[in-house]
């Protein structure tokens, strides 16, 4: 049975950095055709693709945060890692880690989601 | 990447049929037959629903189905039940180089 958890701070100050951990269960991220992604949604929006990571350690990153992003994985703890440097409210949103399937092509195992509030 | 558009609304009575469309570009779903559904009630996480533009995954009712015509694809939810009222999104993938793309998320309202 997959499943998967989001942890991190709840509370970030403007121009922290943000960095939250996906601890998952039943699968190993060093199966081929496996990936984590990270995805967000501010409180009554859509959801937004932030990052993935692979695998084969290959990662894509949203073209309009990626300077702000970094995806880590840790096989050995079944842990992926996003940090997202200079938060601004506007990055207020509930984030969700999931697994990726390439034999779906889909995200087919969520994470609850954490809401991380971006307020001084 | 922008967003793929879908409508904002759609609603039907219990038993009868929505559509909901999901448009793109040529560069995600038309390009690509990846196009996925999510369904989403309040407070909860989103649940994979279609895949491949008209797959169900094990455990997801017929009543659900896909389609795909050029750039713009298509969630059809047939013989409308209580427990369908929730936003639906679509994404596409979009590339080798490239994340994924949402929609604008669509909610369904079942009167």
């Known amino acids: 049975q997959i499943t998967l958890k989001e942890s991190g701070p709840t509370l970030v100050k403007p121009t922290q950095t943000l960095t939250l951990t996906c601890t998952f269960s039943g699968f190993s991220l060093s199966t081929s055709g496996v990936g984590v992604g990270w995805i967000r949604q501010p409180p009554g929006k859509a959801l937004e693709w932030l990052a993935l990571?692979?695998?084969?350690?290959?990662?894509r990153y949203s073209p309009s945060l990626k300077s702000r992003l970094t995806i880590t994985k840790d096989t050995s703890k079944n842990q992926v890692v996003l940090t997202m440097t200079n938060m601004d409210p506007v990055d207020t949103a509930t984030y969700y880690c999931?697994?990726?399937?390439?034999?779906?092509?889909?995200?087919?195992?969520w994470g609850q989601g954490t809401l991380v509030t971006v307020s001084s | 990447q922008s967003a793929l558009t879908q409508p904002p609304s759609a609603s039907g009575s219990p038993g009868q049929s929505v559509t909901i469309s999901c448009t793109g570009t040529s560069s995600d779903v038309g390009g690509y037959n990846y196009v996925s559904w999510y369904q989403q009630h309040p407070g909860k996480a989103p649940k994979l629903m279609i895949y491949?533009?008209?797959k169900r995954p094990s455990g997801v009712p017929d009543r659900f189905s896909g389609s795909k015509s050029g750039n713009t694809a298509s969630l059809t939810v047939s013989g409308l039940q209580a427990e369908d009222e929730a936003d639906y999104y679509c994404?596409?993938?979009?590339?080798?180089?490239?994340?994924?793309?949402f929609g604008t998320g669509t909610k369904v309202t079942v009167l």
């Open positions: 990571i692979y695998w084969n350690d290959d990662k």
């Open positions: 999931a697994h990726w399937s390439f034999m779906l092509f889909s995200f087919d195992y």
């Open positions: 491949e533009v008209s």
């Open positions: 994404s596409s993938y979009a590339g080798s180089n490239n994340l994924g793309v």
